[in-house]
């Protein structure tokens, strides 16, 4: 049983993730200049969303820890469009800051690890939250910096992302979209909550659309598919009407919006915006929307593949989760 339901997920896998034809179709836009996307604790490497893609963007990652970078200088993941990797920690203003430097690496953070949680979980391995030395690290705000572009973010820094967000103020402003880790325990102390998040983005006009991932810690076991929800990856988005309002003569800023759109598979953000910007007729976007569709029907598809076998998992446990996520 086992192994015919991992069939079915790597089915639905190959169905909707297809990055040939989003590279085709976010080619087909004929942007100047590539999506910029600024990757805020870059110790893990390129996101895999984007690395699927990674010869359409131009990335800017942020890493204080000296070891995580030269790991990522040896990485295969700086190929393609371009790539600038920074010393800085990313905070509200310009200062020195005092990194904790965990026995496992991409768990470090500028907080501290709340060991009287994570001690919980003695199968998660909470040794990896136990610090194994400080450095002293240069932070800096985004804001101080100039870039050529900026279209997406991403910021995953243990537990100090609102800290991140606050000295990205006037940044977000040319921003299109951002997924963002969060949580819902206190792994590290004082870091800020979901619910902080998800108010400041709001305030700065971004639209709360899923959770790209979520994770699940168990009290006796390390699995991630069950247990308590200890947090996740959120994504925000502007809206089609926030497009078309600030960009309704920018095609360079609606093709980024577009192509991002078509990354997180949000085709019906695209149809909308199709629809305000009057573009479903356009030469220039007609190969885009037939991508668009064609992901769009690959997508439901697998929907109604996943829908297929929750109740093939019925058979064996009472309740399922019916609402898959194919971000």
């Known amino acids: 049983m086992k192994k015919i339901l991992l069939k079915i997920l790597f089915a639905i896998q190959k169905i909707t993730s297809l990055e040939i034809l989003q590279i085709k179709a976010i080619k087909s836009l004929g942007m100047v200049k590539p999506l910029f996307l600024i990757d805020v604790g870059s110790a893990k490497g390129m996101p895999n969303r984007w690395k699927k893609i990674e010869s359409v963007i131009f990335k800017y990652g942020f890493e204080p820890d000296e070891g995580a970078r030269k790991k ?74 100039e870039f050529e572009a900026k279209d997406f973010m991403k910021i995953d820094v243990q ?37 902080e998040i998800k108010d400041y983005m709001s ?47 920018d095609k360079e800023k609606l093709a980024a919006y577009l192509s991002i759109c078509l990354i997180y598979k949000r085709h019906d953000y695209i149809s909308k915006t199709f629809e305000l910007f009057n573009i479903e007729k356009d030469i220039h976007y007609l190969e885009f929307l037939r991508i668009n569709k064609k992901l769009r029907r690959r997508l439901n598809f697998a929907d109604r593949l996943s829908r297929l076998s929750n109740h093939i998992i019925r058979f064996f446990v009472s309740e399922v989760d019916s609402t898959p996520m194919f971000y």
């Open 159 to 195: 537990g100090y992302e609102l800290k991140v967000l606050k000295g990205s103020e006037t940044s977000l402003r040319d921003i299109l979209g951002l997924e963002i880790e969060i949580g819902f325990s206190e792994l590290y102390k004082n870091q800020c909550s979901f619910g």
């Open 203 to 249: 305030e700065n006009a971004f639209e709360f659309i899923d959770f790209t991932s979520l994770t699940r810690w168990e009290r006796d076991a390390s699995k991630n598919t069950l247990g308590l929800c200890v947090g996740g990856d959120a994504l925000f988005l502007r809206t089609p009407e926030f497009i078309y309002s600030k960009y309704q003569n």
């Open 72 to 145: 990522l200088k040896q990485s295969p993941d700086l190929r393609g469009g371009g790539n600038l990797d920074f010393p800085f920690a990313l905070s509200d203003k310009a200062e020195q800051i005092v990194l904790n430097v965990l026995k496992k690496p991409s768990h470090s953070s500028v907080l501290f690890p709340n060991n009287d949680f994570t001690n919980l979980f003695p199968k998660r391995h909470p040794d990896g939250f136990e610090i194994n030395f400080q450095a002293n690290v240069e932070g800096i705000d985004l804001d101080t910096l």
